[in-house]
């Protein structure tokens, strides 16, 4: 199938604004590269120093110059269900490496944080800028010189895209990323959010949320609904940095196992010092790499994050990737699953149904991916049609069935849930703004309502306990964006303002903070850029104004005279230094004076 025309241009045009960047960015990684091991220009001490910790063999392997080392770099931790599984990864991987013929030394750890629980307290105000904090960490795992390729272990939220950032500044290295997989199915989504409606409505008490909650996340492995680690997940595959098939297999599984094992057996296969298949990083990451992604990240409806995320990887790759990027491909990518908060299946029914296999075979036989695409996997991305199974000649890749095992979860390009992808941008006289439109009704994508105007999600909280939104209303929450206090997520502004929606209200959100996709049904226009701290226009916006969001006209608009709105003085304000404390917050002061706006990844770097 030959590429569809809008996928080719706007990649052409990618290419185009980033060709200087691009072309720096690969002279610097090309002229990493060395003849030989990169541990063969240590002096004597600094070698001894690399390997004194080893066993014999493994000296006598890393004293030569023929024997490849690889980097693992792991944000396992046990708090993280997601994270807990990868334990043991290193010496799985180190046995597999090792009997290849090669050596794995544990570079380094990063910090990895969970989103889940610090939803609504002081610490999610340090999320967004863990990810550039785990980019330094794997940085400095890497620092090294000892390595010729790494293994990256991660999952979750910002530790994914902090790990390629990080993997990105070593870019003449080959990367694989190595999953977990996810937890067995809980309490189905669906009840889940009735429980939390309830609660929100004063219907249900804490004691019946507990034990909702825990019913869904009640295990080792990722969370099952289709939020920023599932989405992560299905990114690293479709852009080629995991093996085929290897994201959505659970965790304690023989399959999953093996995959891991395979992963270290691979990146040594990827090596300079292996021959031909040497497949860097930075140059497999490139302008179709990330079209790619965007695509699938479209016709999933994934994490709205990722217009952060995407856009921050793509930047330390040389290459510029825009919101416009993201709205001319969600114009022509349809949407292709049902997952929650789309919907109430998981990513278990999702791999279930077809899962990777099957949905990157119909976008390539759509063209709306870069087949040629570089993998780690070998080759292109025609790879990625397959699924791993264990055989008894072990572990080996099958051809995905041609049809979805369940269309109420994973559809063909010819019967999609939508013929648009999942993200829309919006644009206006109060900024831009990104809205996930794939939970919205259609009914529900066109809000004019007089504003409400908050400065934290619990002034929110306390307006819709006293009843004073039972209305139609646009709720402004605003100083919530990067330089204001790290742009929390607001998933507890969801709930309630799906209740005022169930209740027969017309219902908006706009924010320059976060939500992750979280907003449902309710049509949300977040990462507002620019932020009001910075002096956007949200920071002029006062209770009563009229506000126009059109989610598939792309429009977020006041509707109040640009003279007399231009004209006015900011009210409100980001939290004063004196409050930005406790929880480690009043350590990333800097990073708050750094921060980039939320349409350029909302970065420290550059």
Same mark, same amino acid.
């Given at each position: !199938?030959?590429?569809?025309p809008?996928?080719?241009?706007?990649?052409?045009?990618?290419?185009e604004?980033?060709?200087?960047?691009?072309?720096?960015y690969?002279?610097?990684?090309?002229s990493?590269r060395?003849?030989?091991?990169?541990?063969?220009g240590l002096?004597?001490?600094?070698?001894?120093?690399g390997?004194?910790a080893c066993?014999p063999?493994?000296? =006598?392997?890393?004293?030569?110059?023929?024997t490849?080392?690889?980097?693992?770099?792991s944000?396992y931790?046990?708090m993280?269900s997601?994270?807990?599984?990868?334990k043991?990864y290193?010496?799985?991987?180190?046995?597999?490496?090792?009997g290849?013929g090669?050596t794995?030394?544990?570079?380094?750890?990063?910090?990895?944080m969970?989103?889940?629980i610090?939803?609504?307290?002081?610490?999610?105000e340090?999320?967004?800028?863990s990810?550039d904090?785990?980019? !330094?960490?794997?940085a400095?795992a890497?620092?090294?010189d000892?390595?010729?390729?790494?293994l990256l272990?991660?999952v979750?939220?910002k530790?994914?895209?902090?790990?390629?950032?990080?993997?990105l500044s070593?870019g003449?290295?080959?990367?694989?990323?190595?999953?977990?997989?996810p937890?067995h199915?809980?309490?189905?989504?669906?009840?889940?959010?009735?429980?939390?409606?309830?609660?929100?409505?004063g219907e249900?008490d804490r004691?019946?949320?507990?034990?909702?909650?825990?019913?869904?996340?009640?295990?080792a492995?990722?969370?099952?609904?289709?939020?920023?680690?599932?989405?992560?997940?299905?990114?690293?595959?479709?852009?080629?940095l995991?093996?085929?098939?290897?994201s959505?297999v659970?965790?304690?599984?023989e399959?999953?196992?093996?995959?891991?094992?395979?992963?270290g057996?691979?990146?040594?296969?990827?090596?300079?010092?292996?021959g031909?298949a040497?497949?860097?990083?930075g140059?497999?990451?490139?302008?179709?790499?990330?079209?790619?992604?965007?695509?699938?990240?479209?016709?999933?409806?994934?994490?709205t994050?990722?217009t952060?995320?995407?856009?921050?990887?793509?930047?330390?790759?040389?290459?510029?990737?825009?919101?416009?990027?993201?709205?001319e491909?969600?114009?022509?990518t349809?949407?292709l699953?049902?997952?929650?908060?789309?919907?109430?299946?998981?990513?278990?029914?999702?791999h279930?149904?077809g899962g990777?296999a099957?949905?990157?075979?119909?976008?390539?036989?759509?063209?709306?991916?870069h087949?040629?695409?570089?993998?780690?996997?070998?080759?292109?991305?025609?790879?990625?049609?397959?699924?791993p199974?264990l055989?008894?000649?072990g572990?080996?890749?099958?051809?995905?069935?041609?049809?979805?095992?369940?269309?109420a979860?994973?559809?063909?390009?010819?019967?999609?849930?939508?013929e648009h992808?999942?993200?829309?941008?919006?644009?206006?006289?109060?900024g831009?703004?990104?809205?996930k439109?794939?939970?919205?009704?259609?009914?529900c994508?066109?809000i004019?309502?007089p504003?409400?105007v908050?400065e934290t999600?619990?002034?929110?909280?306390?307006?819709?306990?006293?009843g004073?939104?039972e209305r139609?209303?646009?709720?402004?929450?605003?100083y919530q964006?990067p330089r204001?206090?790290?742009?929390?997520?607001l998933?507890?502004?969801t709930?309630p303002?799906?209740? =005022?929606?169930?209740?027969g209200?017309k219902?908006?959100?706009?924010t320059?903070?976060r !939500?992750?996709?979280?907003?449902?049904?309710?049509p949300?226009?977040?990462?507002?850029?620019?932020?009001?701290?910075?002096?956007?226009?949200?920071?002029?916006?006062?209770?009563g104004?009229?506000?126009?969001?059109d989610?598939?006209?792309?429009?977020l608009?006041?509707?109040?005279?640009?003279?007399?709105?231009?004209?006015?003085?900011?009210?409100g304000?980001?939290?004063?230094?004196?409050e930005?404390?406790?929880?480690?917050?009043?350590?990333?002061?800097?990073?708050?004076?750094?921060?980039?706006?939320?349409?350029?990844g909302?970065?420290v770097?550059?």
């Amino acid at each position: !199938m030959s590429l569809h025309p809008v996928v080719e241009q706007v990649t052409r045009r990618i290419s185009e604004r980033s060709a200087d960047r691009r072309a720096s960015y690969l002279a610097r990684i090309r002229s990493a590269r060395t003849a030989g091991p990169a541990r063969g220009g240590l002096g004597c001490a600094n070698l001894a120093h690399g390997f004194a910790a080893c066993g014999p063999l493994e000296k =006598l392997q890393l004293r030569g110059n023929v024997t490849p080392n690889v980097a693992i770099v792991s944000s396992y931790n046990d708090m993280l269900s997601a994270h807990q599984p990868l334990k043991d990864y290193p010496d799985v991987l180190k046995a597999a490496i090792a009997g290849a013929g090669g050596t794995a030394q544990f570079a380094g750890g990063v910090p990895a944080m969970c989103d889940g629980i610090t939803q609504g307290r002081a610490g999610m105000e340090l999320s967004l800028f863990s990810r550039d904090v785990v980019a !330094m960490a794997t940085a400095v795992a890497l620092s090294h010189d000892m390595f010729d390729g790494a293994l990256l272990l991660g999952v979750c939220d910002k530790i994914v895209p902090g790990l390629v950032i990080g993997a990105l500044s070593f870019g003449h290295l080959p990367v694989i990323l190595v999953p977990a997989g996810p937890m067995h199915s809980g309490l189905p989504n669906g009840e889940k959010a009735k429980v939390r409606k309830r609660y929100a409505a004063g219907e249900a008490d804490r004691d019946e949320l507990l034990a909702a909650e825990a019913a869904s996340y009640h295990s080792a492995g990722t969370c099952t609904f289709y939020g920023t680690a599932n989405s992560n997940q299905l990114l690293m595959e479709v852009m080629g940095l995991h093996l085929p098939g290897a994201s959505f297999v659970p965790p304690g599984t023989e399959l999953r196992e093996a995959l891991t094992a395979e992963a270290g057996r691979r990146v040594l296969e990827l090596t300079d010092l292996r021959g031909e298949a040497y497949t860097p990083i930075g140059e497999l990451l490139d302008e179709r790499a990330f079209v790619n992604g965007v695509v699938a990240l479209l016709a999933t409806g994934g994490s709205t994050n990722h217009t952060l995320h995407l856009v921050a990887m793509a930047a330390a790759a040389g290459i510029e990737l825009t919101w416009d990027d993201f709205d001319e491909l969600s114009a022509v990518t349809p949407l292709l699953t049902r997952l929650y908060p789309n919907g109430t299946a998981d990513i278990n029914h999702f791999h279930a149904a077809g899962g990777t296999a099957f949905l990157i075979g119909e976008l390539l036989d759509a063209g709306l991916l870069h087949e040629d695409a570089r993998t780690v996997g070998g080759g292109d991305l025609t790879a990625y049609r397959e699924a791993p199974v264990l055989a008894d000649q072990g572990l080996v890749w099958q051809r995905a069935p041609r049809l979805s095992g369940d269309t109420a979860v994973l559809r063909p390009v010819r019967e999609p849930f939508d013929e648009h992808g999942g993200l829309h941008t919006v644009d206006g006289n109060l900024g831009r703004a990104v809205v996930k439109v794939s939970a919205v009704p259609e009914e529900c994508r066109l809000i004019e309502a007089p504003a409400r105007v908050f400065e934290t999600q619990e002034q929110l909280q306390e307006a819709f306990a006293a009843g004073q939104l039972e209305r139609d209303v646009v709720a402004v929450v605003r100083y919530q964006g990067p330089r204001a206090n790290g742009m929390p997520e607001l998933h507890r502004l969801t709930p309630p303002l799906a209740v =005022l929606q169930d209740r027969g209200h017309k219902v908006a959100l706009v924010t320059d903070g976060r !939500m992750s996709g979280a907003s449902g049904a309710v049509p949300a226009a977040i990462h507002v850029s620019p932020e009001a701290a910075a002096g956007g226009p949200l920071s002029r916006v006062r209770d009563g104004d009229v506000i126009r969001l059109d989610a598939d006209k792309g429009l977020l608009e006041v509707l109040v005279p640009d003279e007399e709105f231009t004209a006015r003085a900011p009210s409100g304000g980001a939290p004063a230094e004196d409050e930005w404390t406790g929880t480690g917050r009043e350590l990333f002061h800097a990073f708050r004076q750094a921060v980039g706006p939320a349409e350029r990844g909302a970065g420290v770097f550059g």
